[in-house]
C-alpha cells in the first residue's frame, strides 16, 4: 500500500517562532510533493509544492525541504502567526495514469499561540 | 466563479438508508474526485473521474456508486449506509492542462450515520 506517514500530529508554536512538520513516502516512484492547508469547516486547499528535481522550495513564509535519498519532505513555517493555526496535509502522486491522485498523509494540526 | 460546490453541509442516515452527495463545478475541469476524510487518517480517495463517461476506483471505494454524465457534475451515491461510512466527505476537481494540478476541494458535507 502506498502511505505518506506525517508527524507531529499535533504542534503548538509560539507567535514568531518556526513550525515544522515531517513527512515520509514508501513509493519512490512518486513525483510530486504539495502541502495542503485546511480551516476548521472548510477543504483543504493548495499551500506549496515541490518535485523530486529540487531540494527547497520557497514561498514566502513557507519553506518545503525535500530530501530524495531518505524519501522524506518537511514544511517549514517561518515566523508563524495565529492565522497559520489550521490542520496541514502533506501529500504525494505520481503524474502518470491521469488526474491528480494524491496520496494524503493523517495531518498535523498547528496551534500558534500568542 | 463558485468553484466546488457540495451538497448538503450536513446530514444524517440511518442504517441502510440510501443518499447522493451531490458535487458540482463550474471551472470546466476535466479531473473529479470524492475523498472522505476521518480524524487521525487523513483524506482516502474513494473515487475519480477523467471526463464524462469515464471513473474509476480510489483507494476505498466499497459502499459507493459514482457517475459522471457531464463535465460539471460527479455525485456520489451511498446505498445502504453502514456507521463505518461517517465521515468527512470532500469532492476536488483539477485542470487537464497539465499533470500534477492542484486540486481545487469544496466545503465537504458531514455525513453521520446511526
Known amino acids: 500500500q502506498q502511505q505518506v506517514k506525517q508527524s507531529p500530529q499535533s504542534l503548538i508554536v509560539q507567535k514568531g517562532g518556526i513550525s515544522i512538520i515531517n513527512c515520509a513516502y514508501e513509493n519512490t516512484a512518486f513525483d510530486y510533493f504539495p502541502w495542503y492547508q485546511q480551516f476548521p469547516g472548510k477543504g483543504p486547499a493548495l499551500l506549496i509544492a515541490i518535485r523530486p528535481d529540487v531540494s527547497e522550495k520557497k514561498e514566502g513564509r513557507f519553506t518545503i525541504s525535500f530530501n530524495k535519498s531518505a524519501k522524506q519532505f518537511s514544511l517549514h513555517i517561518m515566523d508563524s502567526q495565529p492565522g497559520d493555526s489550521a490542520t496541514y496535509f502533506c501529500a504525494a502522486s505520481l503524474s502518470t495514469g491521469g488526474g491528480n491522485k494524491l496520496t494524503f498523509g493523517t495531518g498535523t494540526q498547528l496551534k500558534v499561540e500568542l | 466563479n463558485a468553484g466546488v460546490t457540495q451538497t448538503p453541509k450536513f446530514r444524517i442516515l440511518k442504517i441502510g438508508q440510501s443518499m447522493t452527495l451531490q458535487c458540482t463545478q463550474d471551472?470546466?475541469?476535466?479531473?473529479m474526485y470524492w475523498y472522505r476524510q476521518d480524524p487521525g487518517m487523513g483524506l482516502k480517495l474513494i473515487y475519480y473521474s477523467v471526463g464524462a463517461g469515464i471513473t474509476d476506483k480510489g483507494e476505498v471505494p466499497n459502499g459507493y456508486n459514482v457517475s459522471r454524465s457531464t463535465t460539471e457534475d460527479f455525485p456520489l451515491r451511498l446505498e445502504l449506509a453502514a456507521p463505518s461510512q461517517t465521515s468527512v466527505y470532500f469532492c476536488a476537481s483539477s485542470p487537464r492542462d497539465r499533470s500534477n494540478s492542484p486540486l481545487h476541494f469544496g466545503n465537504g458535507t458531514r455525513l453521520t450515520v446511526t
Open positions: 471551472m470546466n475541469h476535466n479531473y
